[in-house]
């Protein structure tokens, strides 16, 4: 069997590993990455990461590859660590990384890797700063072409799609002064002597910080250890002001009880399956909530489980949001971090914050599953909350922003729902919002970067084009549980909603629609035993919330398992 693995970051390693770990030997590989690096991708590279960008992520908390960051560090070679700092006699599992240290962990990781595959008699062949341009399905002969760079064609039993992420260009380099992206962050180290309008205040918000802050100014330790930041005398008008919808910072890192996000009482795929069996087909938003989040809270923090237990999402989420939104955003940011020390300290967990990681991740593969009705829950209710609880700041970047606010030079408005960065022909952006005494306000920034993170990207921007004027992939959507809510949408105007020629309603997600082994699905629900789809821009809608390396494991597992199944 030939094997294409389309991807040399995170996500094929991982696929990576799962193939020389099968049992299995009866099949070669080939591997194209579009660098010249293995491992790292986009994240753990120079495109995603400078000096100062460290990981969210500590040892103990990453997937087992081959071998631990402490027991690689004992052979890394010493430059290395020196230029990063590091003093491997020092290090402990509970510490984070600087992430281009993280890359060449795992760069390390896959050499090790392609060891074990020539040691079991596996054939690997890399190809690098090779990029794939299209994908050719030929049902016909039961293969898939791939095509190098515009030109080459080579075919292949199945392909595995691991391309990573994907910041399209839509604004950048025509608008002066505006940024789709904070990626490559090299960009972004120059001198920027006026105010700078950041849209998001996600972990992506604090990598650009934490770049413009070093080429505007400096950090430095007082002598009773608080961090300051001076600004620079070349810069004396730099400032940043993050424009998020909640106007709250994400929360801080704290101790996880279980680091990998499991949990013995979850739900298992076959009591998901029973549930969806007996619901019409459907998975119940409210029912996941109840026994992948409630039920294991119980056992956990009791007071908190009995505070909450009577409440559904709607409720607890308002009860989480009004908390967080009574206080001022740094001040709160401040008592989370002072609480985050504590629980590292004392190796206690915030559970309710714990169980929420869970739930997002547990939630995460039967999602596609969900009604129509419930994911525009999840997406309006539920995530919100998640994406500020679980982003697990690191305390280094926690202590940079509070530096940075009590210097002056950062704040943070809440721009709700409708906030629109309007790019201006000229340069630089207005934005547009309602603030919170309810005045509508315009405001011109002469720099805007959108770090809102990776964008679940549609259907119509999969660069595989050949995907879909074959129609072997196909748009991916849920159906409405109640056909008068589908009815009720789309004549209030969602231009997402469509209706069947058996008077069914469907919403349109963002991506392609893929099963739960992550084949891809064509417009009959037909899946495709050739290609495997597990870059996380293009699956975005059956796939809402994707965990870095703890995703990459378990969707390895579940593709591995379908590789081999015939």
């Known amino acids: 069997m030939r094997i294409a693995i389309l991807g040399g970051g995170p996500s094929g390693m991982f696929i990576y590993k799962r193939l ?35 990981t969210n992520v500590s040892d103990n908390e990453i997937p087992k590859i081959v071998t631990s960051i402490e027991e690689w560090l004992q052979t890394a070679p010493a430059g290395l660590l ?36 020539e040691q079991k008699g596996i054939a690997t062949t890399v190809h690098f700063n090779s990029a794939v341009t299209d994908i050719i399905d030929f049902p016909e002969s039961n293969e898939t072409a791939i095509e190098i760079s515009g030109q080459s064609i080579l075919k292949f039993d199945k392909v595995i799609v691991c391309t990573g992420h994907s910041w399209p260009q839509k604004f950048e380099g025509i608008v002066p002064g505006y940024f789709d992206s904070p990626y490559p962050p090299s960009k972004l180290a120059r001198k920027f002597n006026h105010t700078i309008a950041i849209k998001g205040a996600s972990l992506t918000a604090i990598d650009a910080i934490r770049t413009l802050a070093r080429q505007n100014g400096a950090f430095e330790n007082e002598a009773d250890g608080k961090l300051k930041f001076t600004i620079s005398e070349q810069s004396p008008d730099f400032k940043i002001i993050m424009h998020s919808r909640s106007g709250l910072l994400p929360a801080v890192r704290f101790h996880l009880d279980d680091p990998h996000l499991k949990n013995n009482s979850l739900l298992t795929e076959d009591e998901i399956k029973q549930h969806i069996k007996a619901n019409n087909g459907f998975l119940s938003l409210d029912f996941v909530f109840e026994k992948d989040f409630k039920a294991p809270l119980r056992e956990k923090d009791e007071a908190f489980y009995n505070r909450v237990k009577d409440l559904d999402i709607e409720a607890f989420v308002d009860e989480m949001m009004e ?5 001022d955003p740094f001040q709160l940011f401040k008592a989370e971090y002072q609480q985050a020390e504590k629980s590292i300290k004392r190796h206690e967990s915030v559970y309710w914050k714990e169980m929420l990681a869970i739930l997002s991740f547990a939630m995460n593969y039967p999602a596609k599953h969900l009604s129509a009705e419930d994911m525009q829950r999840l997406h309006k209710v539920l995530l919100p909350l998640i994406s500020i609880v679980i982003a697990f700041v690191p305390q280094s970047s926690c202590l940079e922003l509070l530096a940075l606010h009590e210097a002056g030079v950062l704040d943070i408005i809440a721009v709700g729902p409708d906030g629109e960065a309007e790019p201006q022909k000229e340069g630089g952006i207005v934005y547009h919002y309602t603030d919170e005494s309810g005045e509508s306000q315009s405001v011109f920034f002469e720099t805007f970067i959108d770090c809102v993170g990776q ?6 921007e999969l660069p595989f084009k ?59 629900g037909a899946y495709n035993a050739r290609i495997y789809m597990m870059a996380v821009p293009y699956i975005g809608g059956f796939n809402p919330d994707y965990s870095g390396l703890d995703f990459c494991e378990e969707a390895s597992a579940k593709i591995e398992k379908a590789l081999f199944e015939n």
């Open 82 to 117: 020196h230029d990063f700092h590091i003093d491997s006699k020092h290090f402990n599992e509970y510490k984070v990384l600087p992430r281009l240290l993280f890359g060449k962990y795992l760069e390390g990781q896959f050499e090790l890797l392609e060891q074990q595959a």
């Open 323 to 327: 908390l967080r939104e009574k206080l």
């Open 455 to 460: 964008p679940h990207l549609s259907y119509e």
């Open 20 to 54: 020389i770990e099968s049992g299995k030997t009866d099949f070669k590989i080939e591997i194209f990455e579009r660098k010249s690096q293995l491992g790292a991708g986009m994240p753990y590279s120079s495109a995603g990461a400078n000096a100062e960008h460290v």
């Open 466 to 524: 050949s995907l879909i004027k074959n129609k072997t992939a196909s748009p991916a959507r849920l159906k409405f549980r109640s056909a008068a809510n589908g009815s009720k949408e789309k004549s209030d105007g969602n231009k997402g909603v469509v209706e069947d020629s058996d008077g069914s309603y469907y919403l349109k997600v963002s991506g392609i629609a893929i099963n739960d082994k992550f084949q891809l699905l064509d417009a009959f």
